[in-house]
């Protein structure tokens, strides 16, 4: 069974645990800058949104790369890019509609998130699980829950 | 490890920035930020300076935790000599500007000099200059980081800024980042200022690597946020309520200072309190409060964003403020409300935003227009000195002195001065609620006993952040003690503000010892950093700190005369609630004090005292 990065904004506090688990996992430091995971402070409305790849089935990063660097996990349904073999072209970001394929100045290769082998660190390290990894048919299971629950008013005898 | 070992050498007067290696076996006896760079102070500034000239400088410090996933590692701290007090002032701070420091691979910026024309430093890790800052002088903090956003197309940079009050020189002007947060106390804008420094714009990419023993940091760090998220006031208390919460409980306890302390209970207490910020709004049916907010690290998230009705007379037609921003924490609620009598939590969320605006620490202001307002209702300010009535109570007169004083205009010049100033200036010198230049926060030491003894002894004036008996007196951390009696109270402050120099020093938020003690702190410290850093060590390098910003003031010519309280506090008995018949019992608790902290009777740090904490005479 494969699962899915599931994100809840309205729970989001902005701490940024989840940018530094990322880099730490990836790079061995404390760096967000290197995070594969991003948190957007909307300040003028307080709402916070931790933004990441969602993995599309039809991944254009993968079909855009022209030396075949991205590779699907599949055992996680994660897509991968192959350092050895990413050449930083940058067609990748290019292509990705959502921007959550990025050129690393470092070490002249793109990253995206790879769901860390199917152990997400940054959901290990939110602390309000804004951020949790679950069924990936079911990611609209809590919302169902909170929607559902409107209807559970009839009064009990 | 855990430091970046290198600080940044900023002189405003020649226009030159020079990394130096940061003093390894200082870090080993005072760890970094407020210890650390207290330490670098004393050293290279003479006490009797004068705070705003050329000679004073100006320190930011970030701790060996800033910007690492230990919880709350946010932090960093401003020092410097203090305008307010001419003390030593270490202001903190939290949001992101902090770790983004860190990120660039700078532990301290030694900031010397002034310059000839306002400047601003931008870093881009290794890359420092200070730049003209014709574009952004004589703007707002909010107005400053949207421009150098803009300027240099980087929506990443982290901005640390003062406003129109810091470049004004008002004395209890703040250093703001990351637009609502900010080293508040002690004037440490106005130094920016006096500087020609309008702001710091940093952008880091190296990030924090230099932990000595990463697995057993990430271990230690999980721990404590367990610690954290289980304990009722970290982990529900003030998510949901933040700092607020204490609002009807301080008034409750009869100690909660009103109308310039003439009174200890405010009668509107309730609709200025956590509980009113979530209570939909009758105009537009929503609450105050728009949601929490961590700073970086942070897995507490205290903070409040609220918004402000768009009906309400201060933002009619102004929708440059019905944009969601920092809202009131309860030092502010407190002092723009209790303490000058206004219950309209609407003018408060005003008066917050514009002390966040233009950087103005609202404690002192607030206090400040509360000694105002008594001024005036004794009739020694005079209506036409001020352009309009000083009347308390009138949320209208806050909402206007705040603007004015957050941007050095008309009357707000007076505010400006701070209580000590103006009521001097006014043949009251007495009506000042400060104790060494610095107005109280939000405790009234007759309902509390012990703060009144950590107020005189702060050593950065009135301040509840040196030593919060009040988690003891009050919430029973970590022992509950009875508010309303002086006995066993020395001790307690000491304790405290001995623990509290080593959380300051750390990069770490004082709020975690609501759930923490030293003993949580320490396997985070002795993960990261080399050397050893057991219990006794981090106990003795607390006290060590204390004394030396001790010295520091004794040399500056404070005496143990200036660890006092005003007269009304210690001869007015509180008129009403649990305290009621009650004045501090400082006097019965400072000797004990000195004692206890191996001090003369004129407060001054003994030789063998001295030796023991290996500084020197």
Known sequence: MQKSLNIDPSKCTGCLQCEMACSYENYGNFNPSKSRIKVFDFHHTGRKVPYTCTQCDEAWCLHACPVEAIKVDAATGAKVVLDAVCVGCKVCTIACPFGTINYVQDTGKVQKCDLCGDAPACVDACPTAAITYVDADWTGLERMRQWATRLDTQPHA | ?617
């Open chain 2, 1 to 617: 490890m855990a430091w970046q070992r290198k600080i940044l050498r900023v002189n405003l007067t020649n226009g030159t920035c020079t990394p130096e290696p940061l003093n390894m076996e200082w870090a080993q006896d005072y760890l970094g930020q407020r210890g650390l760079a207290t330490k670098y102070f004393c050293e290279e500034v003479d006490a009797k300076v004068d705070p705003l000239s050329p000679e004073n400088k100006l320190i930011y410090a970030t701790g060996p935790l800033t910007g690492t996933m230990a919880s709350t590692g946010a932090r960093y701290s401003v020092i410097t000599k203090g305008p307010l007090t001419g003390a030593i002032a270490c202001s903190n701070s939290g949001g992101y500007f902090g770790a983004e420091l860190r990120f660039a691979g700078w532990d301290m910026i030694i900031f010397e000099g002034k310059s000839a024309q306002p400047v601003y430093l931008h870093i881009e890790n290794g890359k420092t200059e200070l730049l003209p800052a014709d574009e952004i002088w004589g703007r707002s903090v909010w107005d400053t980081e949207a421009i150098l956003k803009k300027k240099h197309q980087d929506p990443m940079i982290r901005v640390s800024s003062v406003g129109r009050a810091g470049e004004a020189q008002v004395l209890f002007a703040a250093i703001v980042n990351d637009l609502h947060r900010a080293a508040g106390r002690s004037g440490v804008g106005a130094v920016m200022g006096s500087k020609n420094l309008k702001a710091i714009a940093v952008r880091g990419t190296l990030g924090v690597g230099t932990i000595r023993n990463p697995a057993g940091f990430m271990q230690a760090t999980v721990a404590a946020k367990k610690v954290l998220a289980n304990h009722p006031v970290t982990g529900q208390g003030l998510p949901k309520f933040g700092t607020q919460v204490l609002m009807n409980v301080i008034n409750e306890m009869g100690a909660l200072p009103t109308r310039n302390h003439r009174d200890v209970q405010f009668e509107k207490a309730g609709r200025i309190s956590a509980e009113a910020m979530h209570e939909p709004r009758p105009t537009d049916g929503k609450p105050n409060l728009v949601t929490n907010q961590a700073c970086f690290g942070c897995t507490i998230a205290c903070g409040r964003i609220s918004k402000i009705d768009e009906t309400h007379y201060t933002v009619l037609n102004r929708p440059e403020y019905w944009g969601a921003s920092g809202g009131l924490e309860y030092e502010a609620a407190w002092a723009l409300g209790a303490a000058t009598g206004v219950g309209d939590l609407e003018a408060l969320t005003f008066a917050n935003f514009i002390c966040n605006e233009d950087g103005i620490d609202p404690i002192s202001f607030g206090a400040t227009v509360g000694a105002a307002m008594e001024l005036y209702d004794l009739g020694l300010i005079k209506e036409a000195d001020v352009g309009f009535p000083l009347t308390f109570g009138s949320a209208e007169v806050l909402t206007r002195l705040a603007e004015l004083t957050a941007r050095g205009e008309g009357f707000g010049k007076e505010i400006g001065l701070g209580s000590k100033r103006l009521c001097a200036k006014h043949g009251r010198p007495e009506l000042s609620m400060s104790v060494k230049g610095q107005e109280f926060p939000a405790y009234d030491s007759r309902g509390i006993q012990g703060m009144g003894l950590a107020y005189a002894t702060s050593n950065r004036g009135a301040c509840h952040l040196r030593g919060y008996t009040v988690a003891s007196e009050v919430f029973g951390i970590p022992v509950k003690t009875d508010p309303l009696v002086t006995e066993g109270k020395p001790g307690l402050v000491k304790a405290f503000q001995d623990a509290t120099a080593v959380f300051d020093s750390s990069g770490l938020c004082v709020f975690t010892t609501f759930a923490w003690t030293l003993a949580d702190l320490q396997p985070q410290l002795a993960a990261a950093c080399e050397g050893d850093w057991s219990m006794e060590k981090l106990a003795l390098l607390g006290e060590r700190i204390w004394n030396l910003e001790r010295q520091f003031n004794n040399a500056a010519g404070f005496t143990g005369k200036d660890d006092n309280l005003p007269q009304r506090l210690m001869t007015e008995p509180a008129k009403t609630g649990p305290a009621k018949g009650l004045v501090s019992g400082l006097d019965k608790m400072l000797p004990e004090y000195y004692e206890l902290r191996g001090w003369s009777k004129d407060g001054v740090p003994t030789p063998a005292t001295l030796q023991r904490l290996g500084l020197p005479a």
